[in-house]
């Protein structure tokens, strides 16, 4: 069986994937993680031993090892550590992912897999709206002082899809006729975009590449995403944050 949930944020939003939470799941499901995971996190992994353990506990433990576990990429994640050669790029179902641990995996950018004889367009990356310091409201609406982000800390370039993963997107549509089941992104096409957060955050480069692929012809049953920290369904686009739900 194959599961949906939103943004884990390397454990710290992960308390409904937990033990006592999810619990209907069986050895051999797979979860996947509609963008920051935050499996892959910390600059310092390899120099600092708190930091190297909690990273550890997150992919080893709270991400059990029954289930596989498959990621798009959000916006919370370390590009450098995820992108840059640490982590092998092996296939998969079809596609190309990046091996984290044995039973995680982060799927690349454009790639398309068939899991289950279903088929799944996956084209991870957002914009971070927090990199600047300033205030910010929380879920329950109150507002508090935020210092912003680092770059090379907590906050990367990469987080934006390049022209490169369009191509390589546009590829491998090409290959199945521009026809999937479904879409797995993290944030959603540009025209969606209100109807999920007001359009209160700033344009996002990654919201246009996804809706020049919608407006390119791009078929699908059901288009499923994170990154809004809400769980609403508009139509077919589906946003995920604090549950985990059955595709069925």
Known sequence: MIWLTGDLHGGDTAWHASS??????????????????????????????????REDFFLESQLRQRFIWLAVDGNHENFARLFGGEFPLVDIFGGKAYRIRDHVYYLKRGEVFTIEGTTFFAFGGATSHDKEPGTIVNASGKSRPWPGRTKGIDWWPEEVPSRE???????????????VDYVLS????????????????????????????????LEFREWHFGHFHAEKQVDRFICHYDSVRSLD
């Not at 993963?165 to 026809?179: S, Y």
């Not at 959603?188 to 996804?210: I, K, V, Y």
Request: with cysteine; aromatic share 8%; proline share 5%.
């Open 20 to 53: 006592s939470r999810f619990k209907e799941g069986n050895r051999g499901d797979m979860v996947i993680c509609l963008g920051d995971l935050g499996g892959v996190w910390y600059h310092d992994y390899h120099t600092n031993e708190k930091h190297k353990r």
């Open 186 to 217: 993290h944030t959603c096409p540009t025209s969606q975009r209100a109807a999920f957060d007001g359009g209160n955050r700033p344009p996002d480069p990654t919201e246009a590449m996804l809706q020049e692929l919608l407006d390119r012809g």
């Open 165 to 179: 993963d369009f191509e390589n997107a546009c590829r491998n549509l090409d290959k199945v006729g521009w026809k």
